[in-house]
């Protein structure tokens, strides 16, 4: 089993370019969220979903936009990206809510 | 806000030194998973703690859940170079993170 897969790992973007971030499980995971990872602040929820088609904002939504239209797929969009957006983002999943996670390599993106 | 603390933030020690690190909070959790993260990875789950007071054992490690669910510590004894990486504990379903703490195992 490849476990959670993300694509890109390594991406320049301009600022106000778009892009989308590429996330996958083939666990048959109801639950998966998008993280990021910035030095000195720990990982901070970005968005999550309870299952296809359910989506719910964590504690830092703003730029971003996600959809869930399988179970497999949990793509993060970015809008107009900033600079502010400069980190690391981990995908993840989990069988339910509250159990522990499996984690994607992370995709590390610098916004200039 | 940060409703996970964790202490220490960095440490460095000899191969076979015994160590604790903290997850402390003001907040009550059903339950609190703990993290090894290694560079350019992401995180793997080493364990979760539900009950107040659980004590859960992995090999050298130990896991303590407090008794007000509200902190937990990992004691890791005879620490190996294969330990190094960033400790993060998680609460609240997983919604917030600690900070870390990024620990060296010097042979």
């Known amino acids: 089993n490849a476990g959670v897969t993300q694509t890109p790992k390594f991406q320049v973007l301009k600022t106000g370019q778009s892009m989308t971030l590429q996330c996958a499980q083939d666990?048959?995971?109801?639950?998966m969220s998008w993280y990021r990872q910035d030095p000195g602040m720990g990982l901070r929820l970005i968005h999550y979903s309870v299952g296809a088609g359910i989506t719910d904002q964590g504690e830092v939504p703003n730029g971003y936009n996600v959809s869930r239209s399988t179970t497999e797929d949990f793509p993060l969009r970015l809008l107009s990206a900033a600079p502010s957006q400069t980190s690391v983002y981990f995908c993840?999943?989990?069988?339910?809510?509250?159990?522990?996670?499996?984690f994607g390599s992370g995709t590390r993106l610098t916004v200039v | 806000t940060q409703l996970l603390e964790q202490s220490p933030q960095f440490l460095s020690i000899q191969e076979g030194e015994n160590l604790t690190v903290y997850c402390n909070s003001s907040s009550v959790f059903s339950s609190l998973q703990w993290y090894r993260q290694e560079p350019g990875e992401g995180p793997v789950l080493l364990v979760t703690v539900v009950t107040g007071g659980e004590v859960k054992k992995l090999k050298r490690l130990t896991f303590q859940f407090g008794d007000a669910r509200k902190d937990s510590s990992l004691h890791i004894t005879a620490a190996q170079p294969g330990d190094t990486g960033l400790y993060l504990c998680?609460?609240?379903?997983?919604?917030?993170f600690g900070t870390g703490t990024s620990l060296t195992v010097i042979p």
């Open positions: 666990m048959n995971h109801e639950y």
């Open positions: 998680a609460g609240a379903n997983q919604f917030y």
């Open positions: 993840a999943s989990s069988i339910l809510q509250g159990y522990g996670y499996t």
